[in-house]
């Protein structure tokens, strides 16, 4: 299984720009990345997902290292309601989905 | 709809009892999963079924038994549990497609007594 790495916490300022990194160094071609998030006592809930080009949508970006060994999580403008943890996972073609250990985000109003 | 249903919510459950928990989806995906979380752990894989057949075990003890009885269910049998078995257990569905993301249910909380 593909693993990735994340720092274990980070802190941002309310309505500051995070970056969230993961290092996903043995990463095959047709792995995506995958970013979810996970609110204490709930289940994982998708951020962002891509293969080779950034990506945006209505709640983040994803940077993707042009060797694809890395990739980046921007939230705009931090909230309260994005403190949680966010997990980085390479889903393959064997549709296995390995959850790595994850940055618990504290946003500090 | 694009909620996956996982009953009960909670559970407690003594070492000889026989207990299943359910997950449902009508999103009419194809690959469905069961996680384990340990407090303050990232959730591990346990199994994955893909077309209502069993495509991963991830080593996990007999006392677990999955079942998909159709494309929108997925159980998991508990039997014989161990205080240690105690955690949040989560389902998981995607569709098959490669560039598709999972939904996932809130988890059912399980206790071990």
């Known amino acids: ?8 916490s980070m802190e941002s300022n309310e309505e500051e720009p995070v970056h969230l990194p993961c290092n996903h160094s043995t990463i ?6 995958h970013w979810y998030r996970q609110l204490p006592s709930q289940g994982p809930e998708y951020v962002i997902h891509g293969l080779t080009s950034n990506v ?4 983040a970006s994803l940077a993707i290292a042009e060797d694809r060994k890395s990739s980046t999580l921007i939230l705009h403008r ?12 390479l889903l393959n073609t064997g549709n296995q989905f390995y959850f790595g250990t994850g940055t618990s985000l504290t946003v500090i109003p | 709809d694009t ?25 009419g995906h194809r690959a469905m999963y069961w996680y384990k979380q340990k407090a303050k752990k990232p959730p591990e894989l ?21 079942e998909c009885p159709n494309s929108s269910l997925l159980n998991l049998h508990l ?8 955690a949040l257990y989560l389902c998981a569905s995607r569709s098959r ?4 993301e999972a939904f996932f249910g809130q988890g059912t909380r399980l206790t071990v007594v």
């Open chain 1, 28 to 33: 095959s071609g047709t792995d995506y990345i």
């Open chain 1, 56 to 59: 945006n949508n209505r709640m």
């Open chain 2, 46 to 66: 346990m199994f994955v079924y893909s077309y209502e057949k069993l495509s991963i075990n991830e080593s996990v003890p007999s006392r677990f038994s999955p």
């Open chain 1, 78 to 89: 931090a909230t309260l309601r994005d403190a949680a943890v966010y997990y980085c996972i």
């Open chain 2, 97 to 100: 497609t490669k560039n598709t």
């Open chain 1, 1 to 8: 299984d593909a693993k990735t790495t994340q720092p274990n």
């Open chain 2, 79 to 86: 039997h014989a549990l161990q205080p240690e078995d105690s």
């Open chain 2, 3 to 27: 909620e996956v249903t996982q009953t009960p919510k909670h559970l407690v459950m003594g070492m000889t009892n026989k207990k299943s928990l359910k997950c449902e989806q009508h999103m």
